[in-house]
């Protein structure tokens, strides 16, 4: 059963930083994207950022690049998202995805992912 567990959510400041990871397993993700969404209360669910799991590939939603990154860690078959810089309208609950699928023009289409987290809350106060 494939299981994708986020964690590391909370309050911050504005200007902070803040590591959002997300530990995969149940199958074999080598050939996998790795996502990160986030949905800001009464607002449709939105591409942050994602990442091939052989690390060759990345991709960023605008409002996030140069402020996020997404390192990996294939010992550990975990997917982080680092946030620095922090804003308000990057509070959000922020979901981890996987899928299986070709070309980085897709990243940010959510039905090409197979299997998703249960969220993490991230609050940003101004």
Avoid: H
């Avoid at 911050?12 to 996502?35: K, P």
């Amino acid at each position: 059963q494939v299981q994708l567990v986020e964690s590391g959510g909370g309050l911050v400041q504005a200007g902070d930083s803040l590591r959002l990871s997300c530990a995969a397993s149940g199958r074999t993700f080598s050939s996998y994207v790795m996502g990160w969404f986030r949905q800001a209360p009464g607002k449709e669910r939105e591409f942050v950022a994602a990442i091939r799991w052989s690390g060759l590939s990345r991709g960023y939603a605008d409002s996030v690049k140069d402020r996020f990154t997404v390192p990996i860690d294939n010992a550990k078959n975990t997917v982080f998202l680092q946030m620095n810089s922090l804003k308000p309208e990057d509070t959000a609950v922020y979901y981890c995805a996987a899928g299986n699928f070709a070309g980085s023009t897709l990243y940010p289409r959510q039905r090409k992912y197979d299997y998703w987290g249960q969220g993490t809350q991230v609050t940003v106060s101004s």
